[in-house]
């Protein structure tokens, strides 16, 4: 009887999972696996399993890709790059493991996609791009990421969920573009009223992903 799942595919133990999802990765190699490609829904079921599933899908997922892994050229990585051309990394092993995925993921999952816009808007709206803590200037457009300065994204968001009267969601949608975790109609005015929130209490920052990667 199967025990373990990413998505709909069912593993009798985390090994099992394990090795089917390895056969993939090195089968794919360097691929990159957009919306269209047959794996896309696998990959984007194994995210979900991650513990830091919000934090790694962040805005939403523009695709995945593999490349080899930086400390053992013998292996792969997976690779997310997500929908403000910021990119990051996540251990497909990790997602393998199963640990506990609280239940809070969804929400803070529709939070982060709520914003998402301004997110975006604000990184094109910058005249030059530059990492506010190193300075550098001169990277790709993928290797800077807006960052929730102060106070950050974690704390504007409990403080709203904290807020008397608050009515918190508890069933989502599923974007259809990036197959992430959104509000339904019926929650627009949590919604609104979160974008209003959040957009009148962040201060965002421009940081190049080295010093984005090293913050978190």
Not at 10 to 32: A, D, H, P, Q
Request: charge should be neutral; include cysteine.
């Amino acid at each position: 009887m199967n025990k373990y799942y990413i998505g709909t595919q069912g593993f009798k133990t985390k090994k099992e999972s394990e090795e089917y999802t390895r056969k993939i990765v090195n089968e794919l190699k360097t691929s990159r696996i957009t919306k269209d490609d047959k794996y896309f829904s696998f990959f984007n079921d194994l995210i979900k399993n991650h513990p830091e599933c919000d934090e790694k899908v962040g805005c939403g997922i523009d695709y995945f890709f593999i490349q080899p892994n930086v400390l053992n050229k013998k292996a792969y990585q997976t690779m997310i790059k997500r929908i403000d051309e910021s990119i990051i990394d996540f251990s497909w092993v990790y997602c393998c493991q199963f640990k506990i995925r609280p239940s809070t993921t969804d929400l803070y999952t529709a939070m982060r996609q709520a914003i998402a816009p301004d997110m975006i808007k604000f990184k094109k709206e910058q005249f030059e791009l530059q990492c506010s803590l190193c300075q550098v200037s001169d990277l790709d457009y993928s290797d800077y990421h807006v960052d929730h300065n102060d106070p950050p994204f974690r704390t504007i968001r409990d403080n709203y969920i904290s807020l008397p009267g608050s009515l918190i969601p508890l069933n989502f949608g599923s974007c259809p573009q990036t197959y992430a975790s959104v509000f339904r109609d019926d929650d627009i005015d949590f919604k609104n009223n979160w974008i209003k929130y959040h957009n009148d209490s962040c201060t965002l920052q421009i940081l190049c992903r080295e010093c984005n990667l090293k913050k978190h």
